[in-house]
């Protein structure tokens, strides 16, 4: 598969890259990372932080006194917040690096929507967003990070500037794993330091990053019954 994944590329321009996961798996400190590897080989890559406004709908809830965005807008509600913030976020994205002609490094991409829907037990509003996302093109490239929910958990916790539980991060897990796209998925085992985590992700990157010395084959396999593939996660550099 990674083979495929060489041979499909062959010597395009990178356009876009995308790294999902549960909260707590590093996709951030790996884009901004990947960004600015990719400005420094010559390909200069914009980080986009695709975000749902989750977390702020959070901080707002705790003001007026409610335990989360769920118990302050309702599961409905905060999944079609979630969405359409997502939505313009990823919009805006893709509309400045094609106006600009730089890599868009994606924080957060369309499959992040469909694996909340799914960790919600909304299912029925998956079909909706879909239709809502179908207009965005796929990256050439997404990387599922992959990390314990316990491990994830204790990430959350170090930064202290939110709360996810064990039973949602949990649940967003296994709503990846059962996304009709896992197969294409690049997947990167997030256990480790976010140094052993970028050079995972940039060893599946070597024909846009040639002559990285951290880009030496050897990821992880991917795991039992899907065929994603381990690899690289995307860092940043602001134009």
């Not at 932080?49 to 003001?63: I, Q």
């Not at 490094?105 to 879909?130: F, K, N, P, T």
């Not at 992959?146 to 930064?159: F, H, K, N, Q, W």
């Amino acid at each position: 598969m990674a083979r495929s994944l060489r041979v499909r590329r062959g010597g395009a321009r990178l356009r876009a890259v995308a790294l999902i996961g549960i909260d707590g798996s590093g996709k951030t400190t790996q884009a901004h990372r990947l960004a600015e590897a990719l400005t420094a080989a010559g390909h200069p890559a914009t980080y986009h932080r695709n975000a749902g406004g989750r977390r702020w709908l959070g901080r707002v809830a705790h003001r007026l006194g409610r335990r989360d965005a769920q118990r302050l807008v309702g599961r409905d509600g905060l999944l079609a917040v979630e969405s359409v913030l997502r939505w313009l976020a990823i919009a805006l994205a893709l509309l400045t690096c094609l106006v600009t002609g730089r890599t868009a490094v994606m924080d957060r991409y369309a499959a992040c929507q469909y694996a909340s829907i799914r960790a919600h037990g909304g299912q029925r509003w998956e079909r909706l967003a879909r239709a809502g996302y179908r207009v965005f093109p796929a990256p050439q490239v997404t990387f599922l990070l992959t990390v314990d929910p316990a491990e994830a958990y204790r990430r959350i916790e170090r930064r202290g500037t939110d709360h996810e539980s064990m039973r949602w991060l949990t649940a967003a897990a296994t709503a990846y794993r059962a996304l009709p796209e896992y197969a294409g998925f690049v997947v990167v085992d997030a256990n480790g330091s976010p140094e052993e985590v970028a050079r995972r992700i940039r060893a599946h990157l070597g024909e846009w990053l040639p002559g990285d010395p951290s880009a030496s084959p050897g990821g992880t396999r991917p795991p039992a019954g899907g065929s994603g593939r381990d690899g690289p996660v995307p860092a940043q550099a602001r134009p």
